[in-house]
């Protein structure tokens, strides 16, 4: 059955932003350009050159005492995440969250599963309220993804203000898009796609989370290759 978002989640999840466009290569809600953001300039200079390292399975922060909601994805989708090793604790803690907070966003694709969902644990301000309507398209047209998607490429800049700017690319060639209820693909892998990159605020908040506020995005982008 298609789950559609009501306003009221939408206002009441207080954040988000584009993380991933339509599953695949689509394009649906990445229109309009967002704003510059503050500190993306030279984001990443107080980072040495990234080697990319696989990460293992299901990551979170060690001993810093956050109680986190379980996030659940299926079998069928490989969400890889080759992460540069840090030595900096707040930019490894940003690499963390940024890796949740896409994982939050797959698991509302997968099961559209809305009430359930930990989105505005790792996303708030602008980015959540279009995440969320990203979502609710997502849900209307009764898609879901399966493949693997890859993202790579980082780099931290922490701000003052316990801020940090996040720039990565995203490799979408392995993912394909199905019916939700029928599993009929919809779209293949597309494996000529060009990758994409994003470049996002994150603020630490209250619980010690660092969390997506702002994010802009260039599709089909150089920097990628």
């Known amino acids: 059955m298609k789950r559609r978002l009501a306003g009221s989640a939408v206002a009441g999840m207080v954040a988000a932003s584009l993380l991933l466009t339509a599953c695949s290569s689509d394009g649906e809600g990445d229109e309009g350009a967002a704003a510059p953001i503050e500190g993306a300039d030279g984001a990443g200079e107080a980072t040495s050159e990234p080697e990319p390292e696989e990460t293992a399975e299901d990551p979170t922060p060690e001993d810093d005492d956050i109680d986190r909601p379980e996030i659940r994805l299926p079998e069928d989708l490989n969400l890889i995440f080759d992460k540069p090793e840090v030595e900096e604790a707040d930019e490894a803690a940003v690499l963390v969250d940024a890796e949740?907070?896409?994982?939050?966003?797959?698991?509302?694709?997968?099961?559209?599963?809305?009430?359930?969902s930990s989105v505005s644990f790792y996303t708030q301000g602008q980015a959540l309220l279009e995440n969320m309507e990203m979502l609710d398209r997502i849900l209307e047209r009764g898609i879901t993804t399966s493949g693997e998607i890859r993202y790579y490429d980082y780099e931290v800049n922490i701000l003052p203000g316990e801020a940090a700017v996040l720039t990565y690319c995203r490799d979408f060639t392995g993912s394909v898009t199905h019916d939700?209820?029928?599993?009929?693909?919809?779209?293949?892998?597309?494996?000529?796609?060009?990758?994409?990159?994003?470049?996002?605020r994150l603020e630490k908040g209250d619980q010690g989370v660092w969390q997506t506020v702002e994010e802009e995005l260039e599709r089909e982008s150089s920097q990628c290759l």
Do not use: C, M, N
């Not at 949740?100 to 359930?116: A, F, L, N, R, T």
């Open 100 to 116: 949740w907070q896409v994982k939050s966003i797959y698991e509302v694709i997968s099961y559209h599963d809305v009430e359930g």
């Open 180 to 200: 939700f209820s029928t599993r009929e693909v919809v779209q293949e892998a597309d494996p000529d796609a060009l990758p994409t990159r994003y470049v996002a």
